[in-house]
Structures are given as structure tokens and as C-alpha cells.
């Protein structure tokens, strides 16, 4: 790019689009206006910057990290200086829970003045120093530029994550000469062949083996990879976070609605690309030998009790398991898990076929599982769906299947409510032509329910779909099942969500018979705005879940 001139915020601008960074994420501060004059006025003959203000800085962050995960590439998020950044640190921390590459820039109290008990005077990076890949204070305006370009190059080597850095006001308004670093292309981690040779033996004296695709396979870019592998060995497969849709719905192989069963009988379990947290038992499958594959030795299990592991590029792991497995071993029969299969495939079609009658339940109060059976039939195969919520977004996670990888957004391990308004601000920009489908539980709305507003103010439609049951479903059931009552545990009954929406510029409606899901559904795909229903659901219906996080 040469040599940059200019104030702080051109120059880090010029350096973040030199990442391919194309949308700034922010709530307006005083601290932080020079980044805003860098990203509307673009630097030298490079473009503008896109620039999305929101109405809490944890959507700005949300909304960073929901466009890396979506576009695989960093997002960036401006929080002015104190609570601006505080506001901040619960996405940030999803984020890292989450693996997502993203560049917090931060506004800081003028250099000057420090110590004097300036305007929002705070030491921000202490605050974010465990929950970032680093985090620091950029003083010589001559060095952001290097700073951003650096910060962002951390963000995305594996293991992805969030950095952090503030700039004091004074050294952000200065100008200065710099240059971005000569960074060439890093190749990626090559793994160990015969660490492979072995994960390719044990698969090769399993006659149960199951494979686990979690969020690192989408964001490696291992996608195709991991169904080569799936598919060239046979192998039972279970996805979850964003590896759903590496093997679409339908799909032969995909028995994740047999998991139960398949982790109860399986003797060897691979899993790439997710940690073996709470949401895999931390890593016990009965007797089975565990096998994690991760992008990096530091994600590889420390708790679990492994029979093989391998870190690298996960594409590389991939491929070259597949082929050990076809050149580097004994002749094998062409399909060795058949039956194995075939008995996963029958638990996973009967399990289907039980769940009919709850999902077309005509029941009054509406039964959380009816608005998936109106939303499958309405859904494209390239549609978003993003999950909000406890209870209510549990049931979709167990429903909705997508058909193609990249089109499924959680909160991840974290459990962080109040990700839903900022992951579909992203999503729709990441997306324009996808339909967008944001779930919300009613507790979980009222976290993020204002950046509806963001929503109509740039122009960005939004399918939103309330579960009204006027409780915290994931509190309620448990402390009576425990204490036998509950408290801090009701919301208003039939809370008017949709009301909230038109208020601020949107559009949507109230619905208390499940006979009017699907028609008030059209309604909100054909409106091209954002739209919100709200549908009134039975507080008694408990997801069966097996698992409380402890």
C-alpha cells in the first residue's frame, strides 16, 4: 500500500481494509470520531468503509464477531472509551468462547490528561486481557497503523479470537506518517503424518466409530474436507454450532438425531473442531475411545482422556486422514460401518417420525415445536437462522437442520444471551439476498430488542420469531423441580414484542392459534421489513434436555 498519511483513525482504517475489513460496527462517542472520518471519507483512493451504528455497544461487538463467523473474515467493532468498552465485554468474552476473529478498537481518555480524572477514564486492557488473544494501549499514532494490521493478522491465526486495543484521544486525533508491515502469506499448519497413521489404525479396528464436526471445520474453510472424509470412510456423523450443514439435512450420513444412541454405542468417537466441553459429556462417551482434532495444540483437550489427537489446518488433518485410510492400511470392504449405519439411520428416522404429532400439534396454548413445522415449510436453503434464547431456541437447535454449512448462528458455549439483534444486523449485511430468521426467546429479547431501531434505520429487513411463554423457561422448571416454587423466574404474560417492533419503525404481529403461524410468517418473509412475530406459547412445555452445562 506504500506510505499512509493522515490522523489516527485514516490510518487505521487503511489497515484494517487491508484485512479485508469492509463494515465498522459502533455506538457514537466523542473518543473514537476520527475513526468514523477514516471510515466514511476512506483513505487516499481507497473506498469507504461501511459504517453501523447500533443502540448497545454489546450489539456492535455481537454483530463484529456474527460477520467473521459468517464471512470468515475479522469484524470490527468501535466502542468509545469506558462504559462504551465495558458495555462491550460480555460479547467480547463470547467471542472467545467462540473462536471468532475480531478487532475491538476502543476510545481511551487523552493521553494528557491522564491521571487527572478525564472524561471516562479508564485502564481498559487489564479488563480484557483474559479474554482476548491480546490486548493493549497503541500511544504513537505513527505505530496504529501497524497496531490494527497486526492486531487483526493475531485474530485470525488459529486459534481465532477477539483482540483488543485503545487509542488515547489525543494520539487518535494526531496525523502521521507510517506503512503498513510486509506480512507475507502464512502456510498452514502442516499435522503430524504419523499421528494420522495412527488415528487411521484405531479407525480401522472400530466397528462403531462416530464423527463430531463443530465451528472450527466452517471457520478453517475445512468444510469440503470434513465430507470428503465423512464420506469417503462411511462415517456416522453429528454436527453442531456452525458445522451444521457440512452434511445438509438428508443427508445419508448425518445421524445427529441419533446422537443419544450413536455416543451410548459407539467404541470410537472423532471429533474436529469443537472443544469436549459440556456439550459432548466433556469428552466421555461410555466406553469409547475419544479422538479430538483441533486447529491448534492449545484446543486440544487437557481434561479428556484421548486415544489419539492432532493439531493443524484442519482441511490438512482431513485430508490427509482420508488418505492413510485409503493407501496406508490393509484392504478394507468398501462400506466396513454399514450396519452400524444403518442401525444409527433407523433410530434417526424413527425419532423423526415420533416427533410428528408434536410438531403439527394443533394444541392451545400453542406448542413451541409447531412454529418449526410453519418455518421448515417457508425456509430456503440458503436461509440464516440465528438462535436467541433458552428453552425456546433449544427446540429449534433440534429441528431446524440446515441444508447448506454457514447458515446456522448460536451463542456457542458461552450461553450469552442478547447475541440476536447484532448476529442478524450482520447477518443481513453478510447475506442481502438470503432470508434472514432470527428466534428469539421472550426473555432473550429483552436484552437487544431496541437495536430493531438499527434495523430499520439502515435499511436492513429481518424475520424475528418471539416464543412468548412468559417465563424463564431454563429457571422455572428447575427451582420447582427442586424447591418446589420458584422466584425471579416470570415475565409479563403475552407481552406485546411485536408492539415494541412497530414502535420503532418495524412491523409485526400477535399470534395465540397455531393455525395462524404459517399465514403471519409469509406475512413477514413478504414484507421486506424487519418483522416480528410474536407467537403466545404454553409455559408448561419443558425441552427435554440432557444436559444443564454443570
Not at 506504500?2 to 487505521?12: F, P, R
Not at 465430507?227 to 438428508?250: H, K, Q, S, V
Not at 450420513?253 to 444412541?261: E, G, H, Q, Y
Not at 430493531?452 to 429487513?461: F, Y
Request: glycine fraction near 12%; charge should be negative.
Amino acid at each position: 500500500m506504500g506510505e499512509l498519511n493522515g490522523h489516527g483513525g485514516q490510518l487505521a482504517v487503511a489497515a484494517a481494509r487491508a484485512h479485508g475489513v469492509q463494515t465498522m460496527f459502533t455506538l457514537s462517542g466523542a473518543h473514537v470520531f476520527p475513526l468514523y472520518d477514516g471510515a466514511v471519507r476512506g483513505f487516499g483512493d481507497g473506498p469507504a468503509m461501511r459504517l453501523v451504528d447500533v443502540r448497545h455497544e454489546q450489539s456492535a461487538v455481537f454483530a463484529a464477531e456474527a460477520t467473521a463467523k459468517l464471512t470468515r473474515t475479522p469484524g470490527l467493532a468501535v466502542l468509545t472509551a469506558g462504559p462504551g468498552v465495558t458495555n462491550g465485554i460480555s460479547a467480547v468474552t463470547t467471542a472467545h468462547f467462540n473462536g471468532s476473529p475480531l478487532l475491538v478498537i476502543g476510545g481511551r481518555a487523552p493521553q494528557s490528561r491522564w491521571g487527572t480524572g478525564s472524561l471516562q477514564e479508564i485502564d481498559h486492557p487489564p479488563l480484557l486481557a483474559t479474554i482476548t488473544k491480546q490486548a493493549a494501549t497503541v500511544h504513537d499514532t505513527a505505530m496504529i497503523a501497524a497496531a490494527v494490521y497486526d492486531a487483526l493478522r493475531i485474530a485470525v491465526e488459529a486459534h481465532r479470537g477477539p483482540v483488543f486495543l485503545d487509542v488515547p484521544m489525543d494520539t487518535l486525533f494526531s496525523h502521521s506518517s507510517a506503512a503498513l508491515p510486509d506480512d507475507p502469506p502464512r502456510a498452514p499448519a502442516e499435522p503430524d503424518q504419523d499421528v494420522l497413521a495412527g488415528i487411521a489404525a484405531l479407525l480401522a479396528q472400530s466397528a462403531h466409530p462416530v464423527l463430531v464436526l463443530g465451528s472450527d471445520v466452517w471457520a478453517e474453510r475445512a468444510e469440503h474436507a470434513a465430507r470428503r472424509a465423512a464420506e469417503a470412510i462411511g462415517l456416522p456423523t453429528i454436527t453442531n454450532g456452525m458445522g451444521r450443514g457440512i452434511l445438509p439435512a438428508g443427508h445419508p450420513l448425518l445421524v445427529t438425531r441419533a446422537r443419544s444412541l450413536a455416543f451410548k454405542q459407539a467404541d470410537l468417537v472423532i471429533v474436529v473442531g469443537t472443544p469436549l466441553d459440556f456439550r459432548l459429556g466433556y469428552g466421555v462417551f461410555g466406553s469409547a475411545r475419544v479422538v479430538h482434532l483441533a486447529d491448534s495444540a492449545g484446543q486440544l483437550s487437557r481434561h479428556a482422556t484421548l486415544a489419539g489427537s492432532a493439531a493443524g489446518d484442519l482441511g490438512l488433518v482431513l485430508d490427509g486422514l482420508v488418505q492413510v485410510w485409503e493407501t496406508g492400511l490393509p484392504r478394507r470392504s468398501a462400506a466396513p460401518y454399514a450396519g452400524w449405519l444403518a442401525s444409527l439411520r433407523s433410530a434417526s428416522d424413527a425419532a423423526v417420525a415420533a416427533e410428528t404429532p408434536t410438531l403439527d400439534s394443533d394444541a392451545d396454548p400453542i406448542h413451541p415445536a409447531r412454529i418449526y413445522r410453519e418455518l421448515l415449510r417457508q425456509l430456503a436453503d440458503d436461509a440464516v437462522v440465528i438462535g436467541d434464547g433458552g428453552d425456546f431456541v433449544s427446540f429449534a437447535g433440534k429441528y431446524v437442520e440446515p441444508r447448506q454449512p454457514g447458515g446456522w448462528l448460536d451463542p456457542g458455549p458461552y450461553g450469552c444471551l442478547g447475541t440476536g439483534l447484532g448476529y442478524a444486523i450482520a447477518a443481513r449485511i453478510a447475506r442481502p439476498s438470503s432470508q434472514v430468521v432470527l428466534l428469539l426467546g421472550d426473555g432473550a429479547a429483552g436484552f437487544s430488542l431496541m437495536d430493531v431501531d438499527t434495523l430499520v434505520r439502515h435499511g436492513l429487513p429481518v424475520v424475528m420469531v418471539v416464543g412468548n411463554n412468559g417465563i424463564w423457561g431454563l429457571e422455572k422448571h428447575p427451582m420447582q423441580f427442586l424447591y418446589g416454587y420458584d422466584v425471579a423466574a416470570e415475565l409479563r404474560p403475552q407481552t406485546r414484542y411485536d408492539e415494541v417492533a412497530r414502535a420503532l419503525g418495524g412491523a409485526g404481529e400477535l399470534v395465540s392459534r397455531p393455525g395462524d403461524i404459517g399465514a403471519a410468517l409469509k406475512r413477514a418473509f413478504d414484507s421486506g421489513v424487519p418483522y416480528l412475530v410474536n407467537v403466545v406459547t404454553d409455559p408448561a412445555v419443558v425441552y427435554p434436555r440432557t444436559t444443564t452445562g454443570v
